[in-house]
C-alpha cells in the first residue's frame, strides 16, 4: 500500500468516526427530546416526547369549575398538538446538519417519507464476458 492511499483511506477512516460520533450525539439528544405546552389561561400543561407520545398531562385544580369536558378535551388537544410542533422543530434543528444540502426535510422526515426508498436498491449481477 502506498503511503499517499493510506493518508488517503486513513483521512476517509477519520472522516467516517468524526461524523458517527456526531450522528450518535444527536441521536442522544434526540432520545433526551421534550417539548411542554401550557394553555394560555394556564389551566391545561402538557409534556411530550420526541416522537410525540404525551408523558404528562396536568391540570390546574381550578380547571373543573371553569371549563367545561368539551372545553378541557379541546385545551389538552390544542396543548398536543402544540407541545408535538415544537418537538418536531426543535428535531428538524437538530437534524439540520445531517440533510443533504438540497433535500427537503419534509422528504426525509414528512408524513409521507419512505424509508425503504432510502436503502440501497438490488444490483444486477455483470453480464459474463463471453471471450
Do not use: H
Not at 389551566?43 to 369536558?69: C, E, H, N
Not at 426543535?90 to 422528504?107: D, I, K, N, Q, S
Amino acid at each position: 500500500m502506498t503511503d499517499e492511499f493510506r493518508a488517503v483511506m486513513d483521512g476517509l477512516v477519520e472522516d467516517y468516526n468524526r461524523q458517527a460520533g456526531q450522528l450518535r450525539e444527536m441521536y442522544g439528544k434526540l432520545r433526551e427530546l421534550t417539548a411542554t405546552a401550557r394553555s394560555e389561561d394556564r389551566m391545561v400543561t402538557v409534556t411530550v416526547g420526541a416522537r410525540g407520545q404525551v408523558r404528562d398531562i396536568q391540570f390546574d385544580p381550578r380547571v373543573y369549575r371553569k371549563l367545561s369536558p368539551s372545553e378541557l378535551a379541546q385545551s389538552v388537544m390544542d396543548q398536543i398538538g402544540a407541545a408535538t410542533a415544537e418537538v418536531a422543530e426543535r428535531t428538524r434543528e437538530l437534524m439540520a446538519p445531517f440533510v443533504p444540502e438540497g433535500l427537503p426535510y419534509e422528504e426525509i422526515f414528512g408524513e409521507g417519507a419512505d424509508f425503504a426508498s432510502f436503502l440501497p436498491q438490488p444490483m444486477e449481477p455483470l453480464p459474463e464476458e463471453r471471450g
